[in-house]
């Protein structure tokens, strides 16, 4: 079966600090791999998705940044954290670009920026 | 812009009352997920609808697809304190790259 892990689970950062934050998933091969952020417990903001090794696409300018140097690994990275970059960060997995299109979530890192 | 409401945007009810939550937009859409998040954890997903009126039913739980395909709701009958979390629907955006979230629905069942 699938699993997908992030870490940490939990992150305290002063503002003008790196941050990065790891995604992996097992069982599966060629994942579609997404990073979310998630505001105070409501909908969930796409900020990168990914569909193959190196290929990144954007979808909200930012202060973030997104890697994917193997199959089933994902980073999100910041060179100089804002305090607007605090929340809740969650990585996502699918399979192929067709159909139903069905998502599966990791258990989320919490990002607060001080 | 696909967007998708959500509405109510919080629901809080007692132990064994019924409640429909719903999923609204102006666009088609290919497919519908509904997501449970509890807090501090990942959404899970609970159910895909695929077709036009299409009903599908997750024990106390019971998801339908509007005929055309603009809008979904999801029914709990008998509510428990276990149901309590954030609902949240979602669907495919147009380029088929990206799922488009609703921003959820609170629920919280006291026994």
């Known amino acids: 079966s699938q699993t997908i892990h992030q870490w940490p689970a939990t992150l305290v950062q002063p503002v003008g600090s790196p941050l990065s934050l790891e995604c992996t998933v097992e069982g599966t091969s060629n994942p579609n791999l997404y990073w979310y952020r998630q505001a105070a417990g409501r909908g969930l903001q796409l900020l990168f998705y990914s569909v193959g090794i190196g290929q990144i696409s954007s979808e909200v300018p930012q202060n973030l940044s997104a890697s994917r140097p193997q199959d089933r690994q994902f980073i999100l990275s910041s060179k100089k954290l804002l305090l607007s970059d605090s929340g809740f960060y969650l990585c996502?997995?699918?399979?192929?670009?067709?159909?139903?299109?069905?998502?599966?979530f990791g258990p989320g890192t919490r990002l607060t920026v001080t | 812009t696909q967007l998708l409401e959500q509405s109510p945007q919080f629901l809080s009810i007692q132990e064994g009352e019924n409640l429909t939550v719903y999923c609204n937009s102006s666009?088609?859409?290919?497919?519908l997920q509904w997501y449970r998040q509890e807090p501090g954890e990942g959404p899970v997903l609970l159910v895909t609808v695929v077709t036009g009126g299409e009903v599908k039913k997750l024990k106390r739980l019971t998801f339908q697809f509007g005929d055309a395909r603009k809008d979904s709701s999801l029914h709990i009958t008998a509510a428990q304190p276990g149901d309590t979390g954030l609902y949240l629907c979602?669907?495919?955006?147009?380029?088929?790259?990206?799922?488009?979230f609703g921003k959820g629905t609170t629920l919280s069942v006291s026994s």
């Open positions: 666009s088609v859409f290919s497919s």
């Open positions: 979602a669907g495919s955006n147009q380029a088929g790259t990206a799922l488009i």
């Open positions: 996502a997995w699918s399979i192929g670009l067709a159909g139903p299109y069905e998502q599966y």
